[in-house]
């Protein structure tokens, strides 16, 4: 067996004014409830350390850079540091999504995978699918997603890799390059996206063919987004489980489909008492099933007990890619 303790840590509304070091105590909490729960690794939200702030339009960037990260390394980052230094002493790896401004001025939706064992960030992930609008709605009432005119498309690709210390006995460290064979050997073998990329199949895809055993992901939600889905119009209550729907649904069926595990952290709630983020976190097996889910809107640890060696049926027999996938007829998909 190659079980590990995962969790969620799905984090509660946050406000527009809200200081991050005011957000990030409330990360160390659920850390510490973590540690109590003997979890191994915790999977923080999308821009988990301020409210969702691409739905607001900012003029002043000063104002705007206040909701980033700067600089190369986030685990320096001042207000930060110490979410890291705790995950490093109760030996728990994290992953954290937030802004990123780098050195050169440009904007990213980024996560990463900070390794307890290795005491330095492991993978870098910048979100590929980016929703929204560059420009703001007319209609005033409509609510705003301007993460197309605040980030650029993440350069960093779906690179998979191995998360060290986290299983016994994992001397086999093949690399991931080699694919999907070498899933079920060594040290897990991990893949992060953001948000909206949970929603297409290419991301899930690009991942599983490296083998990837657990894919991990943040999201923040709109329970109010209909307009900008198209969709039909519909009451409030309705729009929120429809999204709460698709979520799950693109979860479960895209685990299933990539015989993987996942984890999925929402921010959640009602940012300023009026902004609506779905909940739903969950932790689904490459089955397809939910194996553990939030029950509330707010900050909560959600826990499972994973076993990597889950991946293997679905990864040798239904979804064996080397003897089943027909790639001489997917031809349209590099090309558009
Ligand atoms: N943050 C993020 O990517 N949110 C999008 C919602 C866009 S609103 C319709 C998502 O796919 O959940």
Redesign the pocket.
Known sequence: ARTLIVAAAQVGAINKDTPKQEVVQRLIKLLHEAASKKVQLVVFP?IALTT?FPRYLFTSQEELDEFFEHGEDVTQSPDVKSLFDEAKSHGIDITLGYAERTPEGTGYNTCVHYSASEGKVISKYRKVHL??TKEPFEDPEAIN?L?KRYFEPGNLGFQAYRAPGLVPDAANKTSVKEGQSTAGKGDPILGMM???DR?WPEAWRVYALQGVELITYG????GN?AH??GSKPMSPEEATREALFHSKLVQQANSYMNACFSISSARCGLDDGKYDLIAGSAIVSPEGHVMAEAKTTGDELVVAEIDLENCRQGKEKTFDFARHRRIETYGLIPRQ
């Open positions: 999308e969702f929703p929204g997603q993460e953001i948000c909206n929603r999201f923040n939600t709109g987004m900008l889905w």
